[in-house]
């Protein structure tokens, strides 16, 4: 089997435009840049179906010697269209519902991944998966474990709402007095 090199360059251009795109911050560009690699690959899957041939209808032959088509190349296309039709309405909806709240097609930076884009690698206690009780030189947990300010006994929550209610009742009596 012979693949044309014309088509595989231009499955090689679409896919390359395409993540090229996807790499933007623009949402529109986003999109752009998926149908264009989805149309790269489907042309891809399609030179990878072989050469023209007959059409799998039995007794319908156009082609003297050659075979037919294989149609599973063709149903991975139909495929990945629709699918790919669906995922472009559902960011184009989600581009419109982004450009109602900041009238802007620009994706900003997340505070949240600056913060952990910025931390040392060297320092094990700024770690996601730390807290302040661990070690800060070695990020490995201490004797004194979570630092809690609660507690978790349902007979302390008790003893303390009373202590309130109590406190609350003296307050009372005390401006009543006056």
């Given at each position: 089997m012979t693949a044309d090199f014309?088509?595989?360059?231009?499955?090689?251009?679409?896919?390359?435009?395409?993540?090229?795109l996807?790499?933007?911050?623009?949402?529109?560009?986003?999109?752009?840049?998926?149908?264009?690699?989805?149309?790269?690959i489907n042309l891809l899957i399609l030179a990878m179906?072989?050469?023209?041939?007959?059409?799998?209808?039995?007794?319908?032959g156009n082609i003297e010697g050659a075979g037919d088509v294989d149609t599973v190349v063709q149903a991975?296309?139909?495929?990945?269209?629709?699918?790919?039709?669906?995922v472009v309405a559902f960011l184009l909806?989600?581009?419109?519902?982004?450009?109602?709240f900041t009238t802007d097609?620009?994706?900003e930076d997340d505070p949240e991944d600056t913060k952990v884009a910025s931390r040392s690698p060297k320092d094990m206690s700024s770690a996601p998966d730390r807290d302040r009780s661990d070690d800060p030189l070695t990020g490995e947990p201490t004797e004194?474990?979570?630092?809690?300010?609660?507690?978790?006994?349902?007979?302390?929550?008790?003893?303390?709402?009373?202590?309130?209610a109590k406190e609350a009742?003296?307050?009372?009596n005390e401006g009543g007095e006056k």
């Open positions: 014309g088509i595989l360059l231009l499955c090689g251009v679409l896919s390359a435009g395409g993540v090229f996807i790499l933007d911050r623009t949402l529109l560009r986003v999109i752009l840049g998926l149908m264009m690699l989805s149309n790269g179906g072989g050469p023209p041939g007959n059409p799998p209808i039995l007794g319908r991975l296309i139909l495929t990945a269209i629709v699918i790919t039709a669906g909806t989600l581009m419109y519902r982004s450009y109602q097609d620009e994706v004194l474990g979570d630092q809690l300010e609660y507690s978790d006994s349902i007979d302390d929550f008790d003893a303390q709402a009373k202590r309130d009742e003296e307050d009372t």
